[in-house]
């Protein structure tokens, strides 16, 4: 007969091991001689069911039923065959402040000062645009904790800034609300009628949770309005290019383009004036029988004997019909004007400074004196080698 073997040991060295007292054996235990195995049982899977919230109301006159016994202050009821309609008036105008209506359906619609709430306010969303699954008393008092939205400011710059229209007109993007006040509230005064005049855009959200500031529809419009103005002032000061049509152009581009071209005349007027000083200045007066001499010089000169004098001439009449910038000289006539500067540099600054002859200035020359031809740094690296 086999033995028990026990499986837990107390280990005293890595080794050898020992049995531990009061271990429980687990191998080759006694087994009863019908014994069954029991098969394993599945797995349970719970099925996680969401929880459906009951119906508050069952339909539109059950909603009547359990609303007719509520304690509404300061709420007036209106029952229609497939209607029902709570509203909230303040005291001061002669339009209700909120408004609730509910349809056939249990659909709500919510509106403030007679104008509806939009259909992505935050309202209809949570509440998924029905009284099913909430009561009307607790979304009376979630209406009754937002403000009415203040909608633009009325100022001068307001309203010549955005083009507002009246609802007659048709939707646009800027609206202007009116809500009557009460008659109680102007009786005593000379005006037969008065109102509350309100800016509001097209997505106004007309309820919101603070009420000093307007909505973000109410405020993006504002915004973007004034962007948009001073992209244009910005383009309206600029002057048009010089081939763009006239016809297409604005009356202030059309004025800013005759500012700039008066400002560039004057300019080009002072820059000619300035030139004509220059030259009565420092010019010199050659009379008519000079004039002949010089001719007379010229002409009786026999320039083809004399090849350096007539290149030198060629060469100053291609100087003087290039620009003033970017001249090139040739390198005999650098080679002269190097000898003439060599000689007598105060003579050479006289006959550059007077205009009669076009010459390189001192400095173009320094540059020349300590230039080395290739050749020559060729020939004196041979010879130090």
């Given at each position: 007969m086999k033995h028990c073997i026990l499986i837990k040991y107390c280990c005293l060295d890595e080794k050898s091991k020992t049995l531990?007292?009061?271990?429980?054996?687990?191998?080759?235990?006694?087994?009863?001689?019908?014994?069954?195995?029991?098969?394993?049982?599945?797995?349970?899977?719970i099925e996680k069911k969401e929880l459906v919230p009951s119906k508050v109301y069952k339909d539109i006159n059950d909603l009547k039923s359990k609303v007719s016994k509520l304690g509404l202050t300061g709420w007036s009821r209106k029952f229609d065959e497939n209607t029902f309609s709570l509203d909230y008036f303040d005291g001061k105008h002669a339009l209700p402040l909120y408004t609730l209506k509910v349809d056939s359906g249990l659909?709500?619609?919510?509106?403030?000062?007679?104008?509806?709430?939009?259909?992505?306010?935050?309202?209809?969303?949570?509440?998924?645009?029905?009284?099913?699954?909430?009561?009307v008393a607790s979304l009376i008092t979630e209406?009754?904790?937002?403000?009415?939205?203040?909608?633009?400011?009325?100022?001068?710059?307001?309203?010549?800034?955005?083009?507002?229209?009246?609802?007659?007109?048709?939707v646009s993007e800027v609206t202007r609300h009116t809500v009557p006040?009460?008659?109680?509230?102007?009786?005593?005064k000379d005006t037969p009628y008065q109102v509350s005049l309100y800016l509001r855009s097209a997505d106004c959200l007309m309820l919101q949770t603070s009420g000093e500031d307007a909505c973000d529809n109410c405020s993006k419009v504002l915004a973007s309005e004034v962007k948009r103005q001073?992209?244009?002032?910005?383009?309206?000061?600029?002057?048009?290019?010089?081939?763009?049509?006239?016809?297409g152009s604005s009356k202030e581009r059309l004025i800013a383009t005759i500012q700039q071209q008066r400002i560039e005349a004057k300019g080009l007027?002072?820059?000619?004036?300035?030139?004509?000083?220059?030259?009565?200045?420092?010019?010199i007066t050659v009379n008519e029988s000079l004039e002949g001499d010089i001719l007379n010089i010229l002409g009786n000169a026999d320039l083809k004997k004399t090849p350096h004098m007539d290149f030198f001439w060629q060469q100053q009449k291609k100087l003087l019909s290039s620009p003033k910038f970017g001249r090139r000289y040739h390198p005999h006539l650098i080679r002269f004007c190097l000898s003439i500067h060599a000689k007598s540099p105060s003579v050479y600054r006289e006959l550059s400074s007077s205009g009669v002859l076009v010459l390189p200035s001192e400095r173009v020359l320094r540059d020349y004196r300590n230039f080395f031809k290739d050749s020559t740094v060729r020939i004196l690296k041979q010879q130090s080698f």
């Open positions: 531990k007292r009061g271990s429980i054996p687990t191998i080759n235990l006694p087994k009863k001689s019908h014994e069954e195995s029991k098969p394993s049982t599945s797995r349970r899977i659909g709500f619609t919510v509106a403030a000062f007679g104008w509806f709430l939009p259909e992505n306010h935050h309202i209809y969303l949570e509440h998924k645009h029905s009284v099913t699954y909430v009561s209406i009754r904790n937002l403000y009415v939205c203040p909608g633009l400011p009325l100022t001068d710059s307001t309203t010549t800034l955005l083009h507002v229209t009246d609802p007659v007109d048709g006040l009460c008659q109680e509230v102007y009786c005593d001073k992209q244009s002032v910005i383009k309206k000061a600029t002057s048009l290019k010089e081939k763009a049509p006239l016809s007027k002072d820059r000619l004036s300035g030139l004509e000083k220059e030259i009565n200045l420092n010019s």
